[in-house]
């Protein structure tokens, strides 16, 4: 069993997926189930997360759909209005599905330091919990300090942290600040996943290679556990610097000293536990 956690599809519209520029053109058109598949199996990849890409309960929606009629997608992070009053219905409604498994608001995009303090969005994380809902961290490092503080806020509430906090990657500098901050937030037992997903994109060197990115996989495995990472992929947004084949098997070399059990846990047996898969 191999399970990527982390990728997205869309029905490409500008005015819906604003965030991709003209720097990413390759991003400007639609990717779903028919594009993906061919790749999981050419890489072994059994089951898959659906991540929202837009905020929007239309896409959220859409995702739904899809797990509802391809098996390879087993379960769905979506997108409500949390800091909206009227959020109780929308999650009600969507919950009401087995498909769908968390929620993610694009954080890393919010300008606002202090977004994450917002009573009216913290009482909406207060709705996840008893409707068995996953909170998904999407954040920059800089976010790291805030993040730690919103998670102590909510010590009953399940998170999960994507993309190991996209932390910058750079053969130049090292950065120091994301590691003690990530190693500070992985000692909350209540943030039960942590996604090694797509941080290629983060690599400011023209080349990225293994021995870049070890640093950063040595340290989640060191503050995480092999019992919380969790593989993904960020495709399509990983097309930027990788195709799909490449990065699985570069994840491959760096799980190299797992033992066969702990590598059971990373490639699929941990998101199946955590997303309650099967």
Known sequence: ???DSHHHFWK????????????????????GPAELRPLCEASGITGVVSVQASQSLVETE???????????VLG???????ANSGVSADLERLAESPWLKGVRHVVQDEPDP????????????????PLGLIYELLIYPWQLPATIQFVDAHPTQPFVLNHIAKPAIDSAKY????????????????????????????VRDGEWSVDLLRPYWDVVVEAFGPERLMFGSDWPVIL???EYARWVAAVEK??????????GRFWGVNASRIYKLH
């Open 114 to 129: 202090a977004f994450l303090q917002g009573a009216a969005f913290n009482a909406g994380i207060r709705k996840l919990k």
């Open 175 to 202: 950065d120091a600040e994301w590691e003690k901050n990530v190693r500070e937030l992985a000692k909350r037992e209540h943030v039960i996943g942590c996604k090694f997903s797509g941080i290629v994109t983060e």
């Open 76 to 82: 769905v992070v979506g997108w409500v209005p949390l």
């Open 1 to 3: 069993m191999r399970i």
């Open 240 to 242: 930027l610097r990788s």
């Open 254 to 263: 760096l799980v190299e000293p797992f033992s066969a059990a702990e590598k």
């Open 12 to 31: 490409y519209d500008a005015s819906e997926y604003a965030w991709i520029n003209d720097a990413m053109s390759a991003l400007k058109q639609d990717f």
């Open 62 to 72: 859409r995702l739904i759909q899809f797990a509802e009629t391809e098996d390879l």
